[in-house]
């Protein structure tokens, strides 16, 4: 006799679930009630309803069901041709067409609601991300040369690409790629070798890019010296190029290989040959490092959004398991120390969450001509500061959430891997750690940001009714204070240099914890809602201050190179 009763007896594992993550998520519904004027919010909520709705569901169960499949490069055709096409994923293809219908791009250029335009779109942007196996990523570059375009004044340019950037029909979107590491670095382009040479009325392009995402796009903004030019960044310029002929035939350009990556799989990023490729000068002939920064303004507020997004992600499927998944008697969900894990990976995403919104809103004032000065200096310091700041958090966040699930966290067909492998990228693209670092703190206008964070901070504390609020708040002004002391106290360069993560890493982390306290004071008045509070104190318990002394000739001994 067979009997197989005992294995049907044998337990197995529900897995974890996503309901809408709109409705799901009370800190945005919460930050945008505080933020967006109450005509504003009914307008946009009914969207972020539907996509929160198609990112939990729909859009997810396709990106499980997608998960063996990668962009595929094809070089030739059956008769020689060289053709370099690349072939996405489904879920690439229907990430576009969401792209489309909730303009993921557009609503940033439509400005229906002004100055509130870039809140609605990285809302949405926020809800779409952790389910669209990264497509972000082009979406990113796509926005960036649009408002880089518009910033250069090139009306020629901006009417031939500005329509498509910006359009929600698929007939007539493009994407852009941004091209600019090569071989000798991505942090330090001033060494790029692309040459430039003149054409007639144009230029031709050629060198090698070394790194570029998403290589379908229809156009590219790239960085290359033209014949003659000095070395370093002064010497290169910003040049326009499409990558086919309106036949479809490759601008003087070859697709080497894609690139076989830890994460980001689906993003079909190239090694890329510029043999003449054909393209137009957008400005001035020099100061191509400069003419590109508006696009590293823009991709890195949405490296921020996808950092925060991909927090979001890990915690709801985490916070779903640990309802779900029984150990010692009860649930995960119960178990004090699980509990503990679950609150500080909480807190760390408010705060995340918080700085990047900021962030989003002082970019919407800018682009709506309403911000004054102050304001415009704190922009431009909060956005290398959030982009690593949140990249870091995202990294150690989505680790900690492999691990809340045990074994099934490190098994690929669970899709919970791929959560850590694509955050592991924030910190590396659109400036590492240490460069955004250095960019933050070696800045001329260093002073004018610090000023201005310092009286966000304190406008922060001086809003602060409850007191353990405002011993958190205090904490964070102390921290502040300390570091702009440090940085007018006329360290040697080594030592400047050697401190800066750290340096960055603290004013973002006082900024965070202000922000949470502030947030958690509103929603305590508001509506008695205690979550805020707990956001911040558990936030508090970590050190926001990490500044420590450093002596960089004894880093040398340490590395055996002293
Ligand atoms: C998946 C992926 C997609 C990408 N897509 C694109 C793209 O589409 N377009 C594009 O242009 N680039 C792209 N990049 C490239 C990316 O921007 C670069 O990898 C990044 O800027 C770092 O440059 P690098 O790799 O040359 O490293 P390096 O510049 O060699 O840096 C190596 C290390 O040295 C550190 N370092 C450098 N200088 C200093 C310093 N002065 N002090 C302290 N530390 C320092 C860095 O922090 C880093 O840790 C992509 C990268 C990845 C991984």
Redesign the pocket.
């Known amino acids: 006799m067979n009997d197989t009763s005992w294995q049907q007896a044998l337990f197995t594992q529900s897995a974890p679930e996503l309901g809408n993550q709109y409705r799901d998520d009370p800190l945005l519904a919460g930050w945008l009630r505080r933020t967006l004027p109450a005509d504003v919010l009914r307008d946009v909520e009914p969207e972020l309803d539907e996509l929160g709705g198609v990112a939990g569901g729909a859009l997810y169960r396709l990106q499980l069901a997608d998960r063996l499949n990668e962009p595929c490069l094809l070089q030739w055709d059956a008769w020689g041709n060289r053709v370099d096409t690349v072939e996405v994923t489904a879920l690439w293809r229907e990430a576009e067409r969401l792209t489309l219908r909730h303009g993921l791009v557009a609503t940033a250029y439509e400005r229906t609601h002004g100055r509130h335009a870039r809140i609605e779109q990285f809302a949405k942007v926020y809800l779409f991300h952790p389910s669209s196996d990264v497509y972000t990523?082009p979406l990113a570059?796509t926005d960036g040369a649009a408002r880089t375009l518009i910033e250069s004044g090139n009306q020629a340019l901006i009417a031939r690409a500005l329509p498509q950037l910006t359009s929600r029909d698929p007939a007539t979107f493009w994407t852009s790629?941004?091209?600019?590491?090569?071989?000798?670095?991505?942090?330090?382009?001033g060494r790029s070798q692309t040459r430039a040479v003149q054409d007639g009325a144009g230029w031709r392009l050629y060198g090698r890019?070394?790194?570029?995402?998403?290589v379908t796009a229809q156009m590219a903004l790239?960085l290359a010296r033209p014949e003659g030019n000095a070395p370093g960044g002064k010497g290169l310029a910003m040049f326009y190029l499409e990558l086919r002929d309106a036949g479809g035939r490759l601008n003087g350009l070859r697709v080497d290989r894609l690139?076989d990556?830890?994460?980001?799989r689906k993003?079909p990023?190239a090694e890329i040959m510029l043999e003449g490729t054909r393209a137009e000068l957008v400005g001035e002939p020099v100061n191509g490092t400069r003419a590109i920064e508006p696009m590293l303004g823009v991709t890195r507020m949405w490296n921020s959004v996808c950092a925060v997004a991909f927090m979001r992600r890990g915690l709801a499927l985490a916070r779903s398991f640990a309802a779900k998944r029984e150990a010692f008697g009860a649930p995960l969900a119960e178990q004090p120390l699980h509990a503990d894990t679950l609150a500080a990976l909480e807190a760390e995403t408010w705060g995340a969450f918080l700085m990047t919104f900021m962030l989003v809103e002082l970019h919407g004032r800018l682009e709506a001509g309403e911000i004054d000065a102050g304001q415009r200096a704190l922009l431009r310091l909060v956005t290398p500061l959030t982009k690593l700041v949140t990249g870091k958090q995202a990294v150690a966040v989505t680790s900690e959430v492999i691990e809340g699930f045990g074994g099934a966290g490190y098994v690929e067909d669970t899709g919970l891997p791929q959560l850590l492998r694509d955050a592991q990228?924030l910190p590396?693209?659109?400036?590492?750690?240490?460069?955004l670092?250095?960019d933050a703190l070696l800045r001329s206008d260093l002073h004018a940001g610090l000023a201005a964070l310092m009286g966000r901070v304190s406008a922060c504390v001086r809003s602060l009714s409850d007191p353990r609020l405002a011993a958190a708040g205090r904490q964070a002004m102390g921290a502040v204070e300390r570091s702009a002391l440090w940085i007018q106290s006329g360290h040697d360069r080594d030592v400047l240099?050697a401190s800066?993560?750290r340096l960055a890493l603290t004013l973002g982390r006082a900024l965070q914890l202000a922000l949470l306290c502030e947030h958690a004071q509103w929603l305590l008045d508001r509506a008695g809602d205690r979550r805020g509070v707990a956001a911040a104190l558990r936030y508090s318990r970590v050190p926001v201050d990490l500044m420590h002394e450093v002596d960089p000739e004894l880093d040398r001994v340490l590395l055996g190179s002293g």
Do not use: H, P
């Not at 990556?261 to 980001?264: I, P, Q, R, V």
């Open positions: 990523c570059m790629g941004q091209w600019m590491t090569e071989t000798t670095g991505g942090s330090d382009v890019k070394w790194f570029t995402s998403a790239t690139k990556k830890l994460g980001t993003v990023t990228v590396i693209w659109e400036g590492t750690t240490n460069v670092s250095l240099q800066a993560r």
